[in-house]
């Protein structure tokens, strides 16, 4: 997520930093995940910044990454291939509310948290590709794309040739 020329008001979405520290709280206090922070590189150009994880320890159920940008906002990650950038622009011109945004970000980590994540890895004629949905309270989103032969071969290994339906949070007691 890089400045647009024409996003001039982008503190507006300094609120999705609040949400995702605030849901990352309760989820860590509800659910049996162990949390890792780190500095991280987005992309091969990109700045490190800060990214909170949270792995259930269940290996069965989902993780969670959460990159804060400099933006402000947020890089998520869900599973393995479930990636949503908030804001996806942030231009004026696209006119993105952060507060449907924060709405988003906690509707789909509520479906990742029940167990409403599924993904796997097709192989085709042009190479392999994987293949996510995510369903969940006012949710159903299906995600493809392609997949480096490198890729591939360590999500078979990692058992994503078959799908992969992860499974609910394990929740404190």
Known sequence: MRADPHAT???RFAV???AAEALLDTLGERFMVERRESKEL???TDALV???RLIPRTPAAGPLAVAFTDFPGLMVRLGRWWAEALPAC???DCGEDPDELADVLRTQV???VEGGLWERVRRGVGGSWFESRLIGVGLSARREG???ARDAREARRSGFAAPVQWAPWPRRF
């Open 146 to 148: 392609p997949l480096t």
């Open 110 to 112: 509520g479906a990742l």
């Open 90 to 92: 942030g231009c004026d």
């Open 16 to 18: 999705l930093h609040n």
């Open 50 to 52: 800060r990214t909170v």
């Open 9 to 11: 008001a982008t503190a």
């Open 42 to 44: 987005l992309g091969p």
